[in-house]
């Protein structure tokens, strides 16, 4: 976008104001022309988080709630530990205290994701979701969202037994011939090596982000990681790109987005995994962190890296 400004403009910090508003949501992001960012919107293979991602946020049914719902722009379906009560949320919900009301305010009421929705959309209309849920049938395995009567602001939290997983959808799509982009926000403890962010690696195939001591990687199980870039204390934005065996890494801006080794990522056939991989049993496997959302394309988004950035550095400041 482009503005004029006055003088007075410039000294009453109308012009900083102007650049630091990145009002355009990632879902709502079309891709640059000649005349500006008036192109296709950018597609999303999946997109997941507590708050809205765009106007076209899929609209979706409340699949397994105990009080049936209408449709609606739902971004987490939850349990309340005290009688296992579901219910889904939209972004406006979970920030008014709908859901932590749902799930109670008192010192043993916890809340836990048994299904983190997909807001992604497969067409330019934005009528038809994309469905790649998230989700976790098992309690114990749940990550939690409402903790002693409080909601978790660091996001979905994973204690380092948990995941979620979309079933027979690997969504990172890599191998010597594959394309993906990979945006998302999280907190990791920097003291210890805190295992798998998301991804659809195996012990034999398939590319993940992980989280190890002071760094991210990008990697594959059965080759070696690329980069460990490092990141700091509390939230880090985590960008990650793999063009056809070129890949690259930032964090928090950091890193390289043009690696030109060839690495070579096995596709993965299996589920994608939230907070660990595919067939991870013990400990260093599972993450322990929140993370805030993630959004995937299976498309190289190098050049409208910036504008997915933005928003989402805004968003969490």
Aim: proline share 1%.
């Amino acid at each position: 976008h482009e503005q004029d400004f006055t003088a007075s403009d410039v000294s009453s910090g109308a012009l900083q104001d102007f650049v630091n508003a990145q009002v355009t949501a990632p879902l709502d992001i079309q891709a640059l022309s000649a005349t500006g960012r008036d192109g296709d919107f950018l597609i999303a293979k999946a997109a997941y988080s507590l708050r809205s991602l765009g106007t076209r946020q899929a609209t979706l049914a409340a699949t397994g709630d105990t009080v049936a719902r209408a449709n609606g722009k739902y971004v987490c379906q939850v349990r309340r530990d005290s009688d296992d009560a579901l219910k889904s949320f939209t972004a406006d919900e979970i920030t008014d205290g709908t859901l932590l009301s749902f799930v109670g305010t008192g010192g043993s009421d916890n809340g836990f994701v048994k299904t983190w929705y997909d807001q992604s959309v497969t067409t330019q209309a934005g009528d038809t979701a994309t469905g790649n849920h998230a989700t976790q049938a098992t309690a114990a395995n749940q990550p939690k969202i409402v903790s002693a009567g409080s909601l978790l602001t660091a996001g979905v939290t994973f204690d380092g037994g948990d995941s979620l997983s979309v079933s027979g959808d690997p969504v990172i799509t890599a191998s010597s011939s594959g394309v993906f982009s990979a945006f998302s926000v999280q907190t990791v403890a920097t003291s210890t090596e805190a295992g798998y962010l998301y991804g659809n690696a195996s012990t034999s195939n398939g590319s993940s982000l992980y989280a190890k001591n002071t760094a991210f990687s990008l990697s594959n199980k059965s080759s070696a990681s690329l980069d460990n870039i490092s990141r700091s204390d509390g939230q880090n934005l985590l960008s990650a790109v793999y063009n056809n065996g070129n890949a690259g890494l930032l964090v928090n801006g950091t890193g390289t987005m043009t690696d030109t080794g060839t690495y070579d990522f096995s596709a993965g056939t299996s589920d994608f995994i939230i907070g660990n991989r595919n067939g991870g049993t013990v400990a260093a496997t599972f993450l322990i962190g929140s993370i805030n959302e993630i959004i995937v394309y299976n498309s190289n988004q190098t050049d409208n890296r910036t504008a997915i950035e933005a928003n989402i550095g805004e968003a969490y400041s």
